[in-house]
């Protein structure tokens, strides 16, 4: 195997169609409304395709994995504003120091298991609001806003939108090709292995604890990237947006829909997930029923369809296991 | 100091109720291995039914206690249908799922119908005056009817077939099937009592505190940090759990700014779990 093998990968191919597809399409007719409906579709493959590699591939549920997201925002924002920090050199070290505090944490967490994680990750995400919500060099409940010469320093607001549409597609794209890396390398192999059967895994040498912290690390980085983008993007960040909960568990839908522990699920249940919601926040009848479908969506993938999108791909054209992962 | 007993003593009232939420929470867990993640809808469901029965009939909130119990047993058995039955002997991700999923519907329709407003039930009791303090009416009677649930549940629990029935299937739940215990309809039963308990103390959470239909999620996490201080599946303990929170709050409440104190919940709840994963009070002897 050349180190380069993976440009012989039909799937590697069919990631950068899509991101090449995410730049070119709004640039046609430079439609902003599609901008601005991608963003939001990326920001959410961004967060299932990271969330996955914690459910699909390791097993553990992460119910608050919005924390990242939220606290790469304060980060990048905090070193934007206060430190007149380039955006994507913040984005970078608010990914670095979330990555790194989720590093020490996983160490912790994740002696528990099965269903005391997923307590705790809930736990870890609230406390990390309350704390922030009581911050007052965050500003508090209040939270930070953007002032608009803040965005000179990426040429202006109007080249500053783009700039940043681009830079969170870019993020998708090393999402999902991070994804697909992991899986083929032997951290994830180990990692499916903990998924499987934790003791057995362990017994047969994977280095279970590290595994787990590593992921759980990994995981933070790119959420905490795209969190600092998205906030700098809104103009604002309030620690009710930041670590809304909510968020997070539509984030787990969106992995289950699409099916968890592949590659392309995630993407899918995310893009899904993101059109439906446009859809029903435009519908006049069903404008407050986008909980109760989600939910819904969810009970019927659970009882009767475990694998997802992914997993009726998969058994009605089984050739598609060849370029779609 | 007088003042901070009495903060204490009224912290302790609350805590009470929160310990009776979590006793629901706990009785599930303990008999099936199922995080009830409706917990919380369950909770703002019993606030409703207090609320809307109350204003319909007209009549004392606390005469509506009973049919809430009743109403929320109905529900739990419906949702163990819907959505737990099916993931018996699945991967925990499953039930967490499920019953996440019904948790996304109630709450959808739930803001569908009422919004997010504020709404408040409307009780009329004298309250307790010591040393120059006053409890209010409706913690003392909240933590009363507490006690009386309480030793009724543990009754249930011992004295019937019932409950000994529940207790068997937590216990080993193939050999409470091989001594012809309908276990199936005895997992029903205790889900159906988890949610009643429940819709109970969100009914006497009402009669203390204004509601929306989101208050479902803060009291929810209340419920799992009483939990886990109390251990996962021991319902003494998880009585003892939310006293013991209400002590905190309590306590906390004349020292620090109200938004503080969800600060230090959160990170004795992450701690706790990390350090004493079977809780501070687990008495009771279980086999590993």
Request: charged share 5%.
């Amino acid at each position: 195997m050349d180190r380069l093998s993976f440009l012989r990968k039909p799937f590697f191919w069919i990631i950068i169609a899509v991101a090449a597809a995410f730049v070119v399409l709004p640039l046609w007719h430079n439609d902003v409304a599609l901008r601005e409906s991608l963003i939001l579709a990326a920001v959410y493959i961004i967060l299932a395709s990271n969330l996955n590699l914690m459910i699909g591939y390791a097993g553990y549920v992460n119910f608050g994995s919005i924390v990242f997201f939220g606290l790469g925002g304060y980060i990048g924002v905090f070193l934007i504003i206060d430190y007149g920090m380039q955006p994507f050199l913040a984005a970078l070290a608010a990914g670095v120091v979330v990555s790194a505090l989720a590093l020490v944490l996983g160490l912790g967490i994740l002696r528990l298991h099965g269903f005391y994680f997923a307590l705790a990750t809930i736990g870890v995400n609230q406390a990390v609001q309350s704390f922030v919500s009581n911050f007052t060099p965050w500003g508090g409940a209040s939270g930070i806003y953007i002032s608009m010469s803040a965005y000179q320093l990426l040429g202006g607001p109007m080249k500053a939108l783009w700039t940043i549409y681009f830079l969170m597609v870019g993020v998708m794209a090393v999402s999902l090709l991070l994804s697909y890396a992991i899986k083929t390398s032997k951290f994830g192999l180990g990692l499916l292995a903990i998924g499987q059967n934790e003791s057995a895994a362990g017994v047969l040498g994977v280095p279970t604890p590290l595994y787990k912290a590593m992921a759980y690390s990994v995981s933070a980085f790119l959420p905490a990237v795209a969190g600092c983008l998205y906030f700098f993007k809104s103009a604002f960040i309030q620690p009710v947006d930041a670590f809304d909960l909510s968020f997070s568990t539509e984030a787990v839908v969106m992995v289950m829909l699409g099916g968890q522990g592949t590659i392309a699920g995630p993407a899918i249940g995310a893009f899904l997930y993101e059109e439906l919601r446009g859809w029903l926040l435009t519908s006049a009848t069903f404008s407050n029923f986008q909980l109760v479908i989600a939910g819904a969506i969810l009970l019927v993938i659970v009882t009767f369809a475990p694998g997802g999108v992914m997993g009726f791909i998969h058994r009605y054209l089984p050739k598609s296991r060849k370029f779609l992962q | 100091m007088l003042g901070i007993l009495a903060s204490i003593a009224d912290g302790l009232l609350i805590g009470s109720v929160y310990g009776m939420a979590a006793m629901g929470l706990t009785l599930i867990w303990g008999v099936m291995n199922v995080i009830n993640l409706t917990h919380g809808a369950m909770i703002v469901a019993g606030m409703f039914a207090m609320y809307l029965i109350s204003d319909w009939l007209g009549i004392s909130p606390y005469a509506v206690v009973a049919p809430v119990a009743v109403i929320g047993f109905g529900a739990g058995v419906l949702i163990y249908w819907l959505s737990v039955h099916r993931m018996m002997g699945r991967p925990p991700l499953m039930s967490l799922l499920s019953t996440f999923a019904v948790n996304l519907v109630l709450i959808g329709l739930g803001t569908d119908v009422w919004g997010t407003e504020l709404f408040n039930v409307q009780v009329s009791l004298p309250g307790l005056s010591f040393a120059g303090y006053t409890f209010p009416g409706t913690h003392l009677m909240a933590a009363a009817l507490t006690g009386v649930i309480t030793v009724l549940l543990f009754l249930f629990m011992q004295k019937t077939r019932a409950g000994k029935a529940i207790r068997a299937v937590a216990g080993n739940r193939e050999a409470a099937e091989l001594v012809g215990i309908p276990t199936t309809r005895v997992l029903a039963l205790a889900f159906g009592l988890g949610v009643a308990l429940a819709c109970v103390s969100g009914a006497l959470i009402a009669t203390m505190f204004p509601f929306t239909v989101l208050s479902g999620g803060a009291y929810q996490l209340k419920s799992f940090v009483v939990t886990v201080l109390g251990g996962l599946g021991n319902p003494a303990g998880a009585l003892l759990g939310g006293v013991a929170l209400g002590l905190l709050e309590g306590l906390a409440t004349p020292f620090m700014p109200v938004s503080w104190t969800s600060v230090i919940e959160f990170v004795v709840f992450v701690i706790v779990l990390i350090a004493f994963p079977r809780g501070l009070f687990n008495f009771t002897f279980r086999r590993s």
